[in-house]
C-alpha cells in the first residue's frame, strides 16, 4: 500500500503516515521516493496503537 493508500483508509495526512514511518512506528520499503508498506504490516501497526485488545471470541461481553 502506498502513503497516500493509508492515509486515505485511516483518515490522515500522507505527512503523518510518512511521520510513522520515520520514526519507525510503521514498517515500510522505499521504492525509489515512495514508500510501500505491507498490509501486515498495516495491520500490525493498527493493532498496537488500539485502546483495547481485539475481541477473545463469542464470551465477550461487548455487545
Given at each position: ?30 521504492f ?32
Amino acid at each position: 500500500m502506498t502513503t497516500h493508500d493509508i492515509a486515505e483508509l485511516l483518515k490522515v495526512s500522507e505527512a503523518t503516515v510518512r511521520s510513522w514511518i520515520h520514526e519507525g512506528e510503521l514498517r515500510a520499503i522505499r521504492f525509489g521516493r515512495e514508500f510501500r508498506v505491507a498490509v501486515k504490516d498495516l495491520e500490525a501497526f493498527v493493532n498496537a496503537h488500539a485502546t483495547r485488545p481485539a475481541s477473545t471470541g463469542p464470551d465477550d461481553k461487548d455487545t
